[in-house]
């Protein structure tokens, strides 16, 4: 019996909006950060709609420059539904691609590695789906915003 192989489906396109850095410093695993999520919208086949003013990405980035993304946010549907997004990742590359990222230069978001998997839930029925599907993400990071592709697996 053979298994099915997975496909990814785009569902939308996030543009997340992102205030300065908050620095907290070296934690216990690696040097923290706080980056608040403050707005954004959301584009796609499957979820239109904006990105909330409220969320952040609590990230740990390690000794050897891999970042541990670890957001929480939630968008607001065209049609008035709120979908909360839990996206947990990793971004990393070669230093100097990750430095020029840092700085805010435009980077090729394929000269380095920004993929996630992320958890949707909502109580809207209309948009019960969700919560029955695992996503997974690929992403660039820009001075002040981040883009992230979701995709469902199915």
């Known amino acids: 019996m053979d298994l099915p192989k997975p496909k990814l489906d785009l569902v939308c396109t ?3 909006e992102l205030d300065p850095i908050r620095e907290m410093g070296s934690g216990r695993a690696g040097h923290r950060r706080i980056i608040p999520i403050i707005g ?11 990105i909330l003013n409220l969320g952040a990405d609590w990230q740990t980035v390690y000794g050897d420059g891999l970042a541990e993304l670890d957001t929480r946010y939630a968008m607001e549907t065209e049609d008035g539904a709120t979908i909360e997004i839990v996206n947990y990742g990793f971004r990393h590359g070669p230093p100097e691609v990750l430095q020029a990222v840092a700085r805010g230069d435009e980077v090729d978001p394929s000269s380095y590695y920004m993929r996630t998997q992320a958890r949707l839930e909502t109580g809207d029925s209309r948009y019960g789906w969700v919560n029955r599907t695992l996503f997974l993400g690929v992403g ?15």
Do not use: E, S, W
């Open 40 to 50: 954004g919208r959301v584009d796609g086949p499957r979820l239109k709609g904006r």
């Open 14 to 16: 996030l543009h997340v």
């Open 140 to 154: 660039a990071r820009m001075q002040q915003t981040v883009k992230v592709d979701l995709y469902a697996i199915t």
